[in-house]
């Protein structure tokens, strides 16, 4: 079946430690997205990409960094200079500037 | 700036009354309106969408949406809440005209009681 596949679902890490985060999708959309989800504050916008080596930054890219080298892919790297990374991630992905956005199952950070 | 706001933090209905989940927004163009659904440690799953034509936009889950362009909202109804109806729900927009950015409101948590 097609749809985004993230990894890992929960992951545990040391302050001072850079953590990667996987994204993958067959739905051979062109548009992918990270957002990150904090109780009561909805979800922010991390990066997104149109295309293929080509990305934007949001509204909370700061501590953060991600690549799209292939399409399917669009991994995210919470880097050590992020101050509270401990949040859920989540990726998805659109075929066409207003279509809606699919979503992965989430992973979720929690920095020790 | 685009914007959406989602005014209640909780909504409480009792199983097989009407439910109504509050969505406005603020677009500088044309507005691309979304509602969501999240169970818990979930991903969101897409519920409807409001790009342009009727008013009143029918969904999954027998879920709708009236889009109101003099008061910006976008509320999601349902005429008989089901207590599987409990989750999160999120409002989304993105501005057609000036930005490929999605902005989500804070979501509302709905609960029905049986």
């Known amino acids: 079946d097609g749809g985004i596949t993230q990894s890992p679902k929960y992951l545990f890490r040391k302050e001072g430690q850079n953590v990667t985060l996987s994204c993958e999708q067959n739905?051979?959309?062109?548009?992918m997205y990270w957002y990150r989800q904090d109780p009561g504050q909805g979800l922010r916008l991390i990066y997104y990409s149109q295309i293929v080596n080509d990305f934007q930054k949001g509204d909370i890219a700061e501590g953060y960094s991600v690549s799209r080298e292939k399409k399917e892919s669009f991994p995210l790297t919470v880097t050590s200079a992020q101050k509270n990374p401990t949040a859920f991630y989540l990726c998805?992905?659109?075929?066409?500037?207003?279509?809606?956005?699919?979503f992965g199952e989430g992973s979720r950070l929690t920095v020790l | 700036a685009q914007s959406v706001a989602q005014p209640e933090d909780q909504v409480n209905v009792a199983e097989g009354n009407p439910l109504t989940v509050k969505c406005t927004y603020s677009v500088s163009g044309n507005p691309y309106l979304f509602w969501y659904v999240q169970y818990p440690n979930r991903g969101l799953q897409f519920l409807l969408k409001?790009?342009?034509?009727?008013?009143l936009v029918k969904g999954s889950y027998g879920f709708e949406a009236e889009f109101n362009k003099s008061q910006t909202s976008f509320h999601l109804k349902k005429p008989s809440a089901l207590v599987s109806d409990s989750a999160l729900y999120f409002c989304a927009v993105r501005d057609g005209g000036a930005t490929n950015k999605l902005i989500f409101g804070t979501g509302t948590l709905l609960a029905v009681q049986p």
């Open positions: 409001y790009i342009t034509g009727d008013n």
């Open positions: 739905l051979n959309h062109d548009a």
């Open positions: 998805a992905s659109s075929k066409t500037l207003t279509g809606e956005l699919f």
